[in-house]
């Protein structure tokens, strides 16, 4: 039954990015955006994804941080290592085998699955908050009208609520009045092994509570430093299509659409992202071909990522076994750091 939902879960993300694509290339000609893409000046699309590998190097600084904290010992070249390769394994093998649960199993590989689990979950939980509040912040600076006034208050939602769930994972305070109720429902109901499992993720995630070295205001300032530096990339992606829309208002859109694509609804992303970018550049007087071609710079600069990613998984494949004689052919094996 599990394998028949998962089988069916990836026809549905397929067949929805499908059919808004099929949608949005009716409306929006193929051979315009062909016309776009070609017309990008390539010093600004250099420059931004420059600025989107500074992300992924951030945002690796971040993991670091969330990973020493579980005492789980990854540098940060190995931590880049696996972003990229969760990437790569995120494109090509969706459904249960997506990027998040190869980054989890690479994580796990010190012999901790519940503290690599806790690791990731507050990363992709400090980053989505980050994502939203700058959204607001962006929002509020760029003065929107006219229809533009409505995703403010849909932001401003999304925001709390992230909020609300960034304090319960590190503050003490707020992360207690969470975790003591599911660890007290958990005695009475769970089987002794959910039990425990649940036991060793409320002590990992309690790890996060302790405010030794200003640790919550770090793992903060990375967070806003990486949707600032994503959010300047997708500026000059935009500028290099001759877009002239300004800096804060391309900064909220960029938050919408992301918070919008991390819903599981379509496949990598792929139809939401450029259906939410037409809508709400539009009014700016940005062409729908303008804004399919920014879509698919962004898509590119990921699938960059993806090829690097699917190079580390090779070569941690065909990696020559340590203890082997020189010259002595081996098997592959994967990757035993």
Known sequence: MNVVRRRVSRFLKLAVAGALLYYIFRVVPFADVMRSLRSAQLGKVAVGMGLLFATRIIAALRMKLLTDKQGLVFSLPEIFEISTTATFY???????????????????????????????????????????????????????????????????????????????????????????????????????????????????????????????????????????????????????????????????VRSCYMLVVLLPITFAGLGAREGILILLLRPYGVSGAECVALSFLQLGGTLVLAALGGLFELRSLWRVRPTARPNELVAPVGDDR
Do not use: N
């Not at 207690?176 to 599911?182: F, G, Q, S, T, V």
């Open 90 to 252: 995120g494109l090509v093998l969706p459904g249960t085998l997506s990027g998040g649960a190869i980054r989890w199993y690479k994580l796990a590989r010190q012999g901790d699955p519940m503290r690599a689990l806790a690791s990731l979950t507050w990363d992709r939980l400090a980053d989505a908050t980050m994502v939203a509040l700058t959204g607001v912040g962006f929002w509020l600076a760029s003065r929107p009208s006219a229809g533009h006034t409505a995703i403010g208050p849909a932001l401003l939602a999304a925001c709390a609520g992230l909020v609300v769930l960034y304090l319960a994972g590190f503050s003490r305070g707020v992360g207690e009045l969470l975790l003591r109720p599911i660890e007290i429902a958990g005695r009475r109901l769970a089987p002794d092994w959910l039990r425990t499992r649940g036991g060793e993720l409320a002590a990992a995630a309690r790890r996060y509570h302790e405010p030794a070295g200003r640790f919550q205001y770090k793992v903060a300032a990375l967070s806003l430093a990486s949707q600032l530096a994503g959010a300047t990339a997708f500026f000059f992606w935009a500028g290099s299509l001759g877009s002239s829309v300004g800096f804060a208002e391309l900064g909220w």
